[in-house]
């Protein structure tokens, strides 16, 4: 499936960074991918854009043809979203119980899953950074989505039993600050499952800079070892870690594919990954 990249006109605001996981700032190039590149923390191996484009850079690619893109793709992008939440045993974690429960999708885009959530009974919300993508699932879904970023939509405390973002956290410049958010508004015990990009899985090591997820929209790339160690650093309790994806669509024989997606699921050298962790 292809992968949304913005191409932005003429030059953005950057700035460099320290590590967000380990807080080094001793960097080697890695990945020259044309135009920007990724970078690899000597102390923890974390790859990231360094320098990288600023928030208000960031802000304008969430365009109309950004939405455009996750309108065409929105089943495509749910499916994905209910496979992921079935591999962490989602459905098991939270029997039917006639008990009131909040979930939070942050990056909700038009807000399929919101809305399939509020279905199952849930008291369901979105946040969206891409407003014409949250107005559209705000009129023509009828959710509760609020326009901006998870921080300007300044949620109570321990407001959300669980807290959701898929394919959200590589995009953000400071994935540290939003997990001390999304802490502070998960109740004691809540969940909060991450889906991203799984740099240490096989597509990445194989492909590298051409590795579809290597673009120029994603600031950090995160490895199993480097995702959970930010996590635990803001005090979440690893519950679950889970892979998909072996082999990209026509990059071999139908065979090669089945058989390495079904090892990069047992393996967890999947090319996406899923990780369930717990405010302690
Ligand atoms: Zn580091």
Redesign the pocket.
Known sequence: MKTFSTVPEGPEKSEEIH?P????ADFKKKWDCGGFSFSL?R????ILQNPQPLFEALDKRYDEEYFRYERENDRIFFNLMIKGLSDIGFDSLYPESGVERNFLDIGCATGFLVWHMQNKGWSSRGVEICGPAAEWGIRERRIDIRIGTVEQACFADESFDVVHCSHLIEHLNDPASFLDEVYRILKPGGRFICTTPNASGLQARFFKSRWRSAIGDHMFLFSIETLSRLLVGKSFTIEKVKTWGGLGKGYGPAYLKVFLDRMAKKLNFGDVMIISSRKS
Do not use: I, N
């Open positions: 590590c996981v380990c807080g080094g923390c102390s923890c191996r974390l």
